[in-house]
């Protein structure tokens, strides 16, 4: 069974960082797209980034939202069957709750619609 269960969110100062961690299980991080979403109070969801695997184990692709390029760092520990999305330099415009979900996809690009969510994790930044 496909879990996903987010971590790491919290309260921090703005400038400040934070390390969101996304722990798997029931499913091979290998061959499944991996993406970080994010929901303001009153506002759609929002991609933030998404690692796509390009050729399974070997190769993948990382992107990421214009608003978060060069702050935020996403990257995977396969062996801990784990996603990390660590984000710098964080404004107040940062606030909301995280999200990472998976879908199983190989290819370049990250698939527009995922089938599994974890439950999410509040971030908070303070000006």
């Known amino acids: 069974q496909v879990h996903l269960v987010e971590s790491g969110g919290g309260l921090v100062q703005a400038g400040g960082s934070l390390r969101l961690s996304c722990a798997t299980s029931?499913?091979?991080?290998?061959?499944?797209?991996i993406g970080w979403f994010r929901q303001a109070p009153g506002k759609e969801r929002e991609g933030v980034s998404c690692?796509?695997?390009?050729?399974?184990?070997?190769?993948?692709?990382?992107y990421y939202a214009d608003s978060v390029k060069g702050r935020f760092n996403m990257f995977g520990d396969n062996a801990k069957n784990t996603v990390y999305l660590h984000m710098n330099n964080l404004t107040p415009e940062d606030t909301a709750v995280y999200y990472c979900?998976?879908?199983?996809?190989?290819?370049?690009?990250?698939?527009?619609?995922?089938?599994?969510w974890g439950q999410g994790t509040q971030v908070t930044v303070s000006s």
């Open positions: 979900a998976a879908q199983p996809s190989i290819g370049s690009s990250c698939p527009r619609e995922y089938g599994y």
């Open positions: 029931g499913f091979t991080l290998d061959y499944y797209a």
């Open positions: 690692i796509s695997r390009v050729d399974g184990r070997t190769d993948e692709n990382t």
